[in-house]
């Protein structure tokens, strides 16, 4: 059962990811290419936590016990130390390596969280009438 659902989840969640990065290669094209390792360096770290991370979510999801807020909660903290240390390890080379990481970090991070909400969503059956 679970495979079936990482199956469900996994193709379309690597295709967003890479699309995000696809944008943040064309916008460090078109910014100048100085920090481009920077920008792929947080999309990177954004997308293998977002799609390992929804992975798991989506392997434990309806089954019992805490299994799912583990590695929900698993996924968030992930994040958080990433953004965190990769912000600290390019604001210690200076230039525009922090806006650049940042900038690639969230590009990897938000399209990767709207598909996991959407696929959450759709996968727990909840309908919303009025």
Excluded: C
Aim: aromatic share 12%; hydrophobic share 65%; no cysteine.
């Amino acid at each position: 059962m679970s495979r079936r659902k990482i199956g469900n989840f996994l193709p379309p969640a690597v295709g967003v990811a890479l699309a995000a990065g696809s944008a943040v290669v064309a916008a460090a094209w078109l910014l100048g290419r100085a920090d481009l390792a920077w920008a792929l360096v947080g999309w990177g770290s954004a997308a293998a936590i977002g799609v390992a991370g929804g992975a798991w979510m989506a392997a434990r999801q309806g089954l019992p016990g805490g299994g799912f807020v583990v590695a929900l909660l698993a996924g968030m903290l992930a994040r958080l130390l990433a953004v965190g240390a990769g912000a600290a390890l390019a604001a210690s080379v200076g230039g525009g390596a922090l806006w650049a990481f940042v900038g690639g970090f969230f590009a990897g991070f938000v399209p990767l969280a709207v598909w996991e909400a959407l696929y959450f969503y759709r996968a727990s059956g909840i309908r919303v009438t009025g």
